[in-house]
């Protein structure tokens, strides 16, 4: 639990009218189910590498056939690992107290935010694979703004009821704080 827990175990909450302080939940990036092909490309090329260097068949003489064979796995490794570890780590999901945010971009960030005290509704698909990983994809709707689709979410079942406890928080929070802005003298 990120918030202070008073008696009974329910979190304590700021007096009306006063804003919730923001606190982190969670912080994730995608399943990283999708970086198995990189990690066996990696193993192939690094394992290939190793074998053919200094082996290579005879047209190719000297030393210069050995900068091709590492020219080559570079080029493979940079394609085929770099790129898509760096594409898994720039997105990524944050959960506060407040709202949702997700981000992702490697050049450009794009960032794409929902309030918890607007409400909005949780679906969540899981495929077979993702079934298999213990992930699922997340779509949060409010019924006004664009969906926000949460893909690839590890450990989807414990995110889904963390969703669904934060926007029972939040909008009792914003139901109490308008009956205090009505009626100010009943504190």
Known sequence: MTQPVGLGGRPMTPPPGVPAEERLIARFHPHARHLFWSALVLIVVAGATGYFTSNLPAPIAGWAKDWMLWAAAGVLVLMLVVAPFLTWLSRRVTITTRRVIVRDGIGSRNSTEMSHARGYTITVRRG????????????????????????????VALVQETLADQVEVGQILAHRDAQAAQNPFSV
């Open 128 to 155: 077979p694979l993702q079934r298999l990983a213990g992930a699922g994809t997340i779509l949060l709707s409010n019924g006004v703004d664009a969906p926000l689709r949460i893909r690839d979410v590890p450990n």
